[in-house]
């Protein structure tokens, strides 16, 4: 807003909505399906889930391979600011238009072993799914921060949580942000972790 607010035509009032739109979106939506895409792989990993829940599984390492895994962002785009860049030992000129396929590159054969199985003891992890440098998401800690107390409240608090018997999960149809649009579950209380 100060930016804008300073009439020196650093960020126009479109400029301005659009990051606000941005970080709504980026702030929920990617949290969201953060959290989704998780519960699904503890559903297809109930190995993971015994130990997430026994606290043998630091919640960390879950949460930076789900990231890794299935990531919420997909792909974003840039464009070049500077002259004499390369991607993949190709000229970009300045101007050119970039898709990054963050997905792809949390799967990539050269950085990952064994990229396309979960495995949440992975070590040296660095999932680019919030960005890296200076353009790293400002939301990371907190989307981390609320996936960290989140998937172990919700295993403790219902510890038969599953997936609801002839529901089928349904992924939203989107290139860029991957999701849930349903993912039905059946829980079953324990009043003793319901309290804290």
């Known amino acids: 807003m100060t930016a804008r607010d300073a009439g020196d035509g650093r960020l126009s009032d479109q400029e301005l909505l659009a990051n606000l739109i941005v970080l709504l979106v980026a702030g929920f939506e990617t949290t969201t399906s953060l959290l989704g895409n998780g519960l699904a792989i503890l559903f297809d990993h109930p190995g993971t889930a015994a130990a997430l829940r026994s606290g043998t599984l630091p919640a960390d390492g879950f949460i930076d391979e789900v990231l890794r895994y299935d990531a919420p962002l997909q792909a974003l785009t840039r464009v070049a600011r500077a002259a004499g860049l390369t991607a993949g030992g ?24 064994d990229p396309d199985r979960f495995d949440p003891a992975r070590t040296g992890s660095k999932p680019l799914s919030f960005g890296a440098g200076p353009h790293v998401c400002i939301g990371n800690a907190l989307a981390r921060l609320e996936a960290g107390v989140a998937f172990p409240r919700l295993l403790a608090c219902f510890p038969a949580l599953a997936p609801a018997p002839g529901h089928q999960a349904v992924r939203r149809s989107r290139f860029i942000l991957r999701g849930y649009e349903s993912l039905p579950v059946t829980v079953a209380r324990q009043r003793d972790n319901l309290t804290g």
Do not use: K
């Open 90 to 113: 190709i000229p970009v000129p300045p101007g050119s238009r970039l898709i990054l396929l963050i997905g792809a590159a949390n799967r990539d054969p050269d950085r990952y072993a």
